[in-house]
């Protein structure tokens, strides 16, 4: 049970009170970074910008209180807007209700039944491919927004997007496209003066300064802009209460699919977060607790009207600079946003949206790694850049759930193929080179005709069967001696296989010994009645012992 013990369980055994100090400062200071963000992924996932506050201060402090980093910071991230805004379009915002219940429900079950560990199997070419296209599709969503495009409806689908922008160019709002460009140019440039500045200014992020300084602007010199107020009216400053949707079977299954796409999503981006933060503060995280608490974090989170939700690496990062090394800098991040919820939620109606998409566009141009897809298409095997390739290409032309599908689907048919490609057999002969067993290569160049020595290699599975069936013998074969010392794993069709094999030199009364069976393929082969079938007797535990013995056949 203490791979499921919450990291906050943990921290008092040393707790002191200067720690608390960091942790309360570094909570405040990460829950006014979170605050346009939260807002802004809200808005774009096709939600109220209330729900992007729900989200951070509910996921986030079960992220907190019940996962297993010490430090992870957890609410809607820029991963989900496409998968949000692709779930709304169809099933509407109750549909989006019940799918992030459900992905949490999974996430719960995927760290009680320990398989936290299995996220690390996704290929990094998967997960470098849909990042990068979801870059691309939510940068292309955010400029309506930024050019104050005049459009009724934007398409979900990206290539009428495209077209639709194109048929609206001429609606372009100069004043709101400068008011972006503006808060575009403020991000750039204040991290380099903010560094020069001493102690809280610093910490104050760019995307916060932006939006303050384009609202006042906007209202000081009433500029004809779409604010959040004009979009969405006004926005409810109440705590929200729990709601139970109305859930029935069809429901559950036509949102399996993009359920178990956030659950994915969600447990892969966690854990990347989790180990991020642990080589920056030298600690080991808890995967199968941090799944737990992924999982509560996202059932509330719809319970209480939210979105999807998983650990934000950047958030984090910052809540590590700013000196947070306990949940508490996470509740206190909570605890931060409630606070403006309930008191400042009115002024965020005064926000230009096309600040808000300016945010985003330059969140989208961070979060996707082109150098790394750049060197990937330059240097990774032909096979390994198809997948990055059509996990991108799906990702924006399709939707994420289809791109990560087919990219598994993919990876684990090229992993078949390679693990194929390494199995082997080999007819031996005499060789000059003496092998670890002592006296192989004297007694290999004695051998009689009537003995055939085979030896495989790699893992012998389904993909691999046709070798054992393809072993040649002739008319003056009497023994067939099988080395599996570089077998290290076998399944139940290469024992189907091996049964035939049996069956077959067993009419023309060929005898088989089997030299050097690693441990998983022998019980494998004991489980199965395959050593019974074949005789203990003929199991021999080195090649020379194996030879002796077939001579003894042979004779």
């Known amino acids: 049970m203490n791979e499921l013990k919450p990291k906050l369980f943990e921290v008092f055994k040393d707790y002191s009170g200067k720690q608390l100090v960091k942790d309360i400062i570094s909570g405040i200071i990460v829950g006014i970074i979170a605050l346009p963000l ?3 992924l809200a808005i774009a996932s096709g939600v109220g910008p209330e729900q992007g506050l729900y989200t951070a201060i509910i996921a986030g402090f079960f992220i907190a209180v019940f996962g297993g980093s010490r430090v992870q910071i957890g609410g809607p991230t820029a991963a989900f807007v496409v998968i949000i805004y692709g779930i709304i379009a169809k099933y509407g915002v109750s549909g989006l209700t019940v799918a992030t219940v459900m992905a949490g429900i999974i996430l719960v079950l995927l760290g009680i039944f320990r398989l936290g560990s299995l996220i690390k199997y996704i290929p990094y070419t998967i997960t470098c491919g849909f990042t990068c296209g979801i870059a691309v599709t939510l940068f292309v969503g955010q400029l309506k927004d930024f050019f104050g495009l005049e459009m009724e409806k934007v398409p979900s689908e990206f290539l009428d997007k495209i077209v639709a922008y194109g048929k609206a160019l001429g609606t372009t709002n100069l004043v709101a496209l400068i008011l972006g460009l503006g808060a575009v140019l403020i991000m750039m440039f204040w991290p380099r003066i903010a560094s020069k500045l001493p102690g809280f200014f610093s910490a104050i992020p760019g995307s916060l300064l932006a939006i303050v300084i384009t609202t006042v602007i906007a209202a000081a010199a009433d500029l004809q ?6 979009v969405y009216g006004e926005l409810s400053s109440k705590f929200p209460t729990p709601q139970i949707p109305n859930v029935n079977f069809e429901m559950i299954k036509e ?9 994915i999503l969600a447990a892969i981006e966690s854990l990347l977060s989790a180990v991020v933060s642990d080589g920056m503060i030298g600690d080991t995280h808890k995967s199968n607790a941090e799944l737990v608490g992924q999982g ?7 319970l209480f009207g939210g979105i999807p939700a998983t650990g934000a690496i950047a958030r984090t990062a910052a809540n590590v600079r700013n000196g947070g090394r306990t949940p508490i800098a996470g509740i206190t991040h909570c605890v931060t946003l409630t606070a403006v919820l309930l008191l400042l939620m009115p002024i965020a109606s005064y926000i230009p949206m096309t600040t808000l998409a300016a945010v985003l566009l330059v969140v989208a141009a961070g979060m996707a790694d082109w150098k790394a897809f750049a060197r990937l298409c330059r240097t990774a095997p032909k096979s390994d850049i198809l997948i990055l390739a059509v996990t991108f290409l799906l990702t924006v032309f399709f939707d994420l759930v289809v791109a990560i599908e087919v990219g598994v689907i993919m990876a684990a048919l090229l992993f078949m193929k390679r693990m194929s490609d390494t199995a082997g057999v080999q007819a031996w002969k005499y060789t000059d080179d003496p092998d670890v067993t002592p006296g192989e290569a004297e007694k290999l160049k004695a051998l009689p005709h009537s ?7 790699g893992p012998l599975f389904f993909a691999a069967t ?4 393809k072993l040649g013998v002739d008319e003056n074969t009497k023994v067939m001696v099988i080395r599996m010392r570089g077998v290290t794993a076998i399944d139940a069709s290469a024992l189907k296989s091996f049964r035939e094999m049996v069956a077959e030199v067993g009419k023309r009364e060929i ?3 089997f030299s050097h069976v690693n441990e998983q393929p022998y019980k494998a082969m004991e489980k199965d009645g395959f050593v019974d079938l074949v005789g203990k007797e003929n199991f021999k535990p080195n090649i020379v012992e194996a030879l002796n013995y077939a001579e003894n056949i042979v004779k």
């Not at 802009?225 to 004009?230: L, R």
């Not at 949102?255 to 659950?263: D, G, R, S, V, Y």
């Not at 046709?466 to 069936?469: G, S």
């Open 511 to 513: 005898s088989i010994v």
């Open 451 to 457: 003995i055939k020595v085979y030896e495989f290699s």
């Open 296 to 302: 509560l974090g996202n059932i509330f989170s719809g």
């Open 255 to 263: 949102l399996i699919q993009p359920a178990f796409t956030i659950a």
């Open 225 to 230: 802009v779409n604010t959040i107020g004009s």
């Open 38 to 40: 939260s807002i802004a």
């Open 466 to 469: 046709d070798r054992i069936l």
